[in-house]
């Protein structure tokens, strides 16, 4: 007797087509960057459309059989938001068309798949800038920063991805194909659905394409290092940075623990004793630029240890890219949290976050963007050691509810998809509210189950 | 016998105190900026709440007996969005507090009715920018400004209402206050409710105060207009302004109509021959606001009759905001529409605008925000000619279909309200997304009935 799963796939695939079908065994469909604490899914059956029309056509087989579909981008998600459960993994890599792109009038239209730095690359042969840059932007997929409204360190000035789409494309249950918003910069006819699509990780509507809007690219960006003997004097730093009326493109920062992990590889020198890091960047016209960078560097020497400029940008970005890894490489693995406090309470957090790790045996350490008051909280836990990621279980529960104690959230851009869904607290008529939404566009609970909500 | 009104407004005074309690026939409640064009309405009773508290239990009463409920911020709205039909009439004029302002970190909380001039000007004291600025600024609220989503000449660069708000206090059927969002700057814990109440009219919830994100002001913000011999050269002048790469701060403009009305008052010289003027704005520090400016005056000496600088901004601004007020002085009256198209596509709206005048009988001007491709599409109508305003209402339904077929909204910042409900189209899995997420909120429809769906 051929197992479900088998038959699902069979099912599908003459359905389909063979050539979009594989089996549910596919080993990298089945899990996301949460790969490094453990989770891994099972599924029965992945499609990979070629358009939104196939998109649909998945879905409402799908749900037509009361089968459960999971979208999958770049698989770069660090809450398991694209982990299976069973039922059907819809993988957007094969909708990768740029469908037009305007540079004079600061446009483009580009289906889910495409690679965020690909994105980027691409607007920045013409002069332009598509400012969200979330970590492992090489394989994220444009699908995915929406779904989680990425951000990355230059939120900040520019905001995160969902200030940059003016519209979607989007598959909805039972298997309609839709579009909300479009190249209009304005429109306040309707209900924003565009905006309550963002963000949903999936769980009421397949994005299939979106219409993104970008900006010229500053003439000159100069980013600076700044290294602080304490945690304390470097959240002050960030806080006098943002109180001075500077207004940096980026405002990063790394503790203690993270620099010692990450610091190696530093394209600079690292100076002795240093405690907390500053990676701010200044940006605009070359003027402009190096106004903004005066005024960091002036606000930093106050209290750093040392100030560094003249970096390789590319360098310096590759090296804050790879901290993540170089972190989890330390103790063979680790157990990040995303969350996000008001910026006056990041030195609670970060100070939080190690204090929590020493009660639970763990070694905490955090980095992120300082500006915007977003940690990567993170316990250093070896892939292979169960107790350890029990320890570092229970860690984090201590670490949500300080976050909430904090007046902050349980995830500021990485979502909350299967780790965190049961963390985030709502009051009842809020909870009723995304209940009844996500009934209105999935009245079956379908579209990624088991996430967000 | 006392009229079902009248008793609506003494029971509602008995409950919630007379001094919160108007007659249904206070006159100033029972219209909006449509006045103009003879659009009024009717209500039972108006109720001035303190607090969310008094507000959520006005609904709670309402909910109750099934009276419709009208929110109302300053009456500015060009929609009809705030002309009550019946029920009662909640007006925020009484909720005026800031309730949390801290600028060190570009922050401020302020109750629903508090004016936007005032925020602005409060902020501004304070070294920092609310960028928003839409007309009559000296009487709309922030709540409103939250319901319409508003945008003014500076959403070009820095965007509309929506993306300063983290957060929103609002009233919700059947009378529960709830918050959604806050200080934070980013968090991606749940579906974006703030954002589905953001532009929804009031047909959601009643939003009672918003947490908003400022920014420092900047240093320097010079403005220019530039005047055109023709519609054609003038709009191609806004395209390569932004083909050029340059971000100007504003990029408005005035057809030849608008600036034949509004010219007298200018403060400069129009030259001879104008036909259609773009008014712009550059800012930044001393020496990028320079630099913008340059780029900008060059872009403008390619094709413009004269380019002026050098304006006192606070005369040119309250010239620009008069504008509205001094086409409708020049007929006794108007009909205006707010229309969004693609900004490649303004040529076509504003030559259609005068030609389905044309067609119609009536002399059409427009004037918005280029940049957008935002019109103001505006039909001279005394307000006492009903053949005239007849005539207006077939050229305005002639106006939304050119907008269509231009791939535009109907509505780019003022809304649908009572005027433009039946003028969006969706397609009909997105219509019954938009009505179960009404149903959601509201399920009696008693929140700002016969608007905007």
């Not at 038959?7 to 050539?19: K, V």
């Not at 977003?374 to 169960?386: E, I, M, Q, S």
């Amino acid at each position: 007797m051929r197992s479900p799963g088998r038959r699902i796939e069979d099912e599908l695939a003459a359905f389909l087509g063979r050539e979009q079908v594989l089996p549910g065994t596919a080993a990298e469909f089945l899990h996301d960057a949460t790969e490094e604490r453990g989770v891994s899914g099972w599924a029965d059956a992945v499609v990979l459309p070629r358009s939104a029309d196939e998109a649909a056509a998945a879905l409402a087989w799908c749900y037509e059989r009361d089968v459960p579909l999971v979208p999958r981008g770049g698989g770069t998600g660090l809450s398991g938001g694209a982990v299976p459960q069973g039922g059907v993994v819809l993988s957007t890599d094969r909708l990768q068309a740029v469908r037009s792109f305007v540079p004079e009038l600061w446009r483009i239209e580009v289906e889910a798949g495409v690679r965020t730095a690909d994105l980027r690359r691409r607007v920045r042969e013409n002069g332009l800038l598509f400012p969200p840059d979330p970590g492992a932007a090489e394989q994220s997929h444009v699908g995915g920063n929406v779904a989680t409204n990425a951000g990355g360190p230059h939120a900040f000035k520019y905001g995160t991805t969902g200030a940059w789409v003016t519209g979607l494309e989007a598959v909805v249950p039972p298997g309609d194909v839709v579009r909300v918003g479009g190249t209009l910069r304005k429109d306040v006819a309707g209900f924003d659905l565009k905006r309550l699509l963002i963000g949903s990780e999936g769980t009421l509507a397949l994005v299939t394409a979106a219409w993104l809007r970008l900006v010229p690219a500053p003439e000159s960006v100069l980013p600076v290092v700044a290294f602080f003997p304490h945690l304390e004097s470097g959240c002050e730093a960030v806080g006098d940075v943002v109180g001075s009326g500077v207004v940096p493109a980026a405002l990063d920062y790394l503790d203690e623990g993270a620099l010692r992990l990450a610091g190696p590889s530093f394209p600079g020198r690292v100076p002795e004793g240093a405690a907390f890091a500053v990676l701010a960047e200044a940006d605009g016209s070359e003027a402009e630029a190096a106004s903004v960078l005066d005024d960091l560097v002036r606000v930093f020497e106050g209290s750093a240890l040392a100030v560094e400029t003249g970096f390789d940008r590319g360098a310096l970005w590759r090296w804050r890219d790879g901290v993540s890894l170089a972190v989890a490489t330390a103790s063979g693995g680790k157990v990040s949290e995303d969350l996000e406090v008001p910026v006056e309470r990041l030195v609670d957090a970060v100070r939080g976050t190690v204090e929590i790790g020493l009660r639970h045996g763990l070694t905490g350490v955090s980095w992120g963007h300082a500006g915007d008051g977003n940690l990567h909280a993170t316990f250093l836990v070896a892939r292979g050691d169960p107790s350890g990621q029990e320890a570092a279980r229970r860690a984090c529960g201590e670490l949500f509810d300080l976050t909430r104690a904090l007046g902050g959230s349980v995830s500021g851009e990485h979502g909350l998809g299967l780790l965190k869904r049961d963390h985030a607290r709502w009051s009842p008529r809020v909870a009723a509210l995304q209940r009844q939404i996500k009934a209105a566009f999935d009245p079956k609970g379908l579209l990624n189950p088991g996430k967000k909500i």
